[in-house]
Each structure stands twice: as C-alpha cells, then as structure tokens.
T-cell receptor, first 115, second 116 residues
Framework: AQSVTQLDSQVPVFEEAPVELRCNYS??????LFWYVQYPNQGLQLLLK??????LVESINGFEAEFNKSQTSFHLRKPSVHISDTAEYFC?????????????FGKGTKLSVKP | NAGVTQTPKFRVLKTGQSMTLLCAQD?????MYWYRQDPGMGLRLIHY???????AKGEVPDGYNVSRLKKQNFLLGLESAAPSQTSVYFC???????????????FGPGTRLTVL
C-alpha cells in the first residue's frame, strides 16, 4: 500500500517569492507521482506528473517537481509565485495496476500568495 | 466537450433521507471514481469503476452504493444519510487507471452535501 505525507498544511508567501511545497511518500512498489491543484470552489486539475525517465518534471505555468527515490520525496517548487497561484495543492501517488493503481492523495497544502 | 459534470451542485438532507448524486463524462473514459473531500483529510476514494457494469470499493465505502449502468454515467447513492456524510463529493474519470500510461484523472466541479 502507498501513503503520502504533505508536511505543511498552509504556506503563506509574498508575491514573486520562491516557494516549495513538500511531499513525501511511502510505498513497497514502484510508483507514479502527481501534483494536482484545486482553485477555490473548483475540482482538481493535474499540474504535473512523474511516470519515468527524467526525475525533474515541469508544468506549463512555471512549477516543477523533482522525484527523489532515495528520499522518497516529490517536492513542488516555483521560483516566483503570482497571486493567481493561490490554491490548494495535493500530492498523490499510485502503484502499478489493479487496486494499487488508484490514486492516494495527501491532505493538501494551501498556498496563499500575498501582494 | 463538457468534460465531467456533476448534479446537483448543492444539497441539504435530513438524517435518514436518501439521495443519488449523478456524474457524467463525455470523454469515453473507462474508469470513473467517487471521492469525498473533508477539511484536513485530502481526498478519499469511496468507490470506483473500471468499466460499464463494474464497481469496486475504495478506501471509505461504508454507507454508499454506486452503479455504472452506462459507460458515461456513474451514480453515487446514499440510502440513509448521516451527519458524518456531510462533505464535498467529487467525481473523476480517466482513460486508464492511475497506475498506467493514460492516467490523468479529470475531476468534476463537486457536490457540496450537508446532512442535518
């Protein structure tokens, strides 16, 4: 079985500052890793994912995450945040196939960007 | 394409009442999911379906039933609502299961349910 820990429930930052949202996972099998974003009063949207290959993955709006197998982490970073990045961010993990292929979500990190 | 739609958007029930939440997707996805989202708990999987006519239990299935009679629809039923079922419910669909190459899940806008 897999599990996900998001270490910070809330992260307040000022606009144009860098941010890191932390995610650690545990699993006895190889995994896929995801970050989803939820804007206020909306459903979740996929931000980026790691399946295989390069351990650094990027989104179209400037976020990146790095898969670190030895530290079982998949932290999300952005060098300069905007007000519009205010949202809740969920890290998720899945195993390969069958019931292990279902997504397991972390509890979420609320990013609040202040002017 | 409408993507994933959910009805209703809001509902208030009294304890013991029943209701059905409807999820529809127009992307021809095989896999569909029902989650509940509670503050500080993230999303937890209630039930899921790997194709028309199939359903399976997720992490928190008790008190809920589901049906997938048509590929595009996935219904979530509460037979006797309890205050502990007050939550925001999200439906999602995907072409393939999460542990596969076509694994992005597309989410609906949610249904906010309050049980008094």
């Amino acid at each position: 079985a897999q599990s996900v820990t998001q270490l910070d429930s809330q992260v307040p930052v000022f606009e144009e500052a860098p941010v890191e949202l932390r995610c650690n996972y545990s699993s006895s099998v190889s995994v896929y890793l995801f970050w989803y974003v939820q804007y206020p009063n909306q459903g979740l949207q996929l931000l980026l994912k790691y399946l295989s290959g390069s351990t650094l993955v990027e989104s179209i709006n400037g976020f990146e995450a790095e898969f670190n197998k030895s530290q079982t982490s998949f932290h999300l970073r952005k060098p300069s945040v905007h007000i519009s990045d205010t949202a809740e961010y969920f890290c998720a993990v899945s195993g390969f196939g069958g019931s292990q292929g279902n997504l397991i979500f972390g509890k979420g990190t609320k990013l609040s960007v202040k002017p | 394409n409408a993507g994933v739609t959910q009805t209703p958007k809001f509902r208030v029930l009294k304890t013991g009442q029943s209701m059905t939440l409807l999820c529809a997707q127009d992307m021809n996805h095989e896999y569909m999911y029902w989650y509940r989202q509670d503050p500080g708990m993230g999303l937890r999987l209630i039930h899921y379906s790997v194709g028309e006519g199939t359903t399976a239990k997720g992490e928190v299935p008790d008190g809920y039933n589901v049906s997938r009679l048509k590929k595009q629809n996935f219904l979530l039923g509460l037979e006797s609502a309890a205050p502990s079922q007050t939550s925001v419910y999200f439906c999602a669909s995907s072409y393939g299961i999460a542990g596969g190459p076509n694994n992005e899940q597309f989410f609906g806008p949610g249904t906010r349910l309050t049980v008094l």
